[in-house]
């Protein structure tokens, strides 16, 4: 079974990682609340881990920026969005280019 995991991007310097199990565990993440519900309630919205890692192992969130080398040498980038039940990469002019998973490597976020 998949594990829902989610990140808070607070500001430059904090960033909060948690699951869902961490949620249903109100008192593992009573410290985190504390940053996290006002946050919540000035309009945020968290990201969810897209269930795979980029080329370095590094986990690839909804909301990531992700640079591929295309099968034509081209080098993509794209944000990673969840559309129809599942996470793909969008281009700036909106096509979902051809790409493939085990080649992305995260380089920012759009935040």
């Avoid at 309630?41 to 909804?62: H, L, N, P, S, T």
Wanted: proline share 4%; hydrophobic share 40%; charged share 25%.
């Amino acid at each position: 079974m998949r594990e829902i995991k989610f990140r808070a991007i607070l500001s430059a310097e904090t960033t909060i990682y948690f699951t869902f199990q961490d949620l249903v565990k109100y008192s593992a993440l009573a410290p985190m609340l504390m940053l996290l519900v006002p946050w919540l309630r000035a309009g945020k919205q968290v990201d969810e881990f897209a269930d795979f890692k980029d080329k370095d192992g590094k986990e690839i969130y909804e909301g990531d920026i992700v640079e591929w080398c295309c099968y034509d040498g081209y080098i993509g980038r794209a944000t990673v969005i969840f559309r129809g039940g599942r996470f793909y990469p969008v281009a700036c002019s909106g096509e979902l280019p051809r790409y493939d998973e085990a080649g992305f490597k995260v380089i920012g976020t759009i935040y």
